[in-house]
Nanobody
Framework: QLQLVESGGGLVQAGGSLRLSCAAS????????MGWFRQAPGKEREFVAA????????YYVDSVKGRFTISRDNAKNTVYLQMNSLKPEDTAVYYC???????????????WGQGTQVTVSS
């Protein structure tokens, strides 16, 4: 079992940057693909980015390609989401997830974090 705790959310102006972190407990972290999802008010939760267990393969939703970067440090049991050139439409609660299977933008989460709020002002 994994427990996931996100941090790093906050309020930022459009064009700014934030880095989200997700710390995992458990010795099997490196065996999981890890992902970030987000949910804006009144909308369904959507996939944002994913990383393979080794970090060699990454996947992004089209709307964040070139602006967001997912990375992981398996020695620290932590996955990151670096978000640059933020837009007001990026405003959402961002969730970290440990993924049991999937590819591209379709993944099956096994475990979720509690979420962290990201607000981008115009």
């Amino acid at each position: 079992q994994l427990q996931l705790v996100e941090s790093g959310g906050g309020l930022v102006q459009a064009g700014g940057s934030l880095r989200l972190s997700c710390a995992a407990s458990g010795r099997t972290f490196s065996s999981y693909a890890m992902g970030w999802f987000r949910q804006a008010p009144g909308k369904e939760r959507e996939f944002v980015a994913a990383s393979s267990g080794s970090g060699d393969s990454t996947y992004y939703v089209d709307s964040v390609k070139g602006r967001f970067t997912i990375s992981r440090d398996n020695a620290k049991n932590t996955v990151y989401l670096q978000m640059n050139s933020l837009k007001p439409e990026d405003t959402a609660v961002y969730y970290c997830a440990a993924l049991s299977s999937g590819y591209g933008s379709s993944w099956i989460p096994d475990y979720w974090g509690q979420g962290t709020q990201v607000t981008v002002s115009s």
